[in-house]
Nanobody, 125 residues
């Protein structure tokens, strides 16, 4: 089993930045695909970004491309999401996910077996 714990969420003004972390325990995730998803109030969960096991492949949703950067430190069993130029539309609960079925970047939530509990990101205007 893999346990994922997100941190780094909070309240920030529009134009600000936050860095989310996702710490994994239970197993090494170095060969797992990892991803970030988010869910805003009244909306379905949506894909944000994903990174392959070797960090050579990253994919971003169009809505965050150029503003968010995903990364991972396999030695620390941790994944990150640097979020810059935040807007109120980025307000959501952000979830990290890990897939033991795939090593390459995956954009579909069904490809992920393990999920964190989520961290709230609120961007004020």
């Amino acid at each position: 089993q893999v346990q994922l714990v997100e941190s780094g969420g909070g309240l920030v003004q529009a134009g600000g930045s936050l860095r989310l972390s996702c710490a994994a325990s239970g197993r090494t995730i170095s060969n797992y695909a990892m991803g970030w998803f988010r869910q805003a109030p009244g909306k379905e969960r949506e894909f944000v970004s994903t990174i392959g096991w070797h960090a050579g492949t990253t994919v971003y949703a169009d809505s965050v491309k150029g503003r968010f950067t995903i990364s991972r430190d396999n030695a620390k069993n941790t994944m990150y999401l640097q979020m810059n130029s935040l807007t109120p539309e980025d307000t959501a609960i952000y979830y990290c996910a890990a897939s033991d079925r795939y090593s390459s970047a995956r954009t579909y939530s069904n490809d992920y077996r393990y999920w964190g509990q989520g961290t709230q990101v609120t961007v004020s205007s």
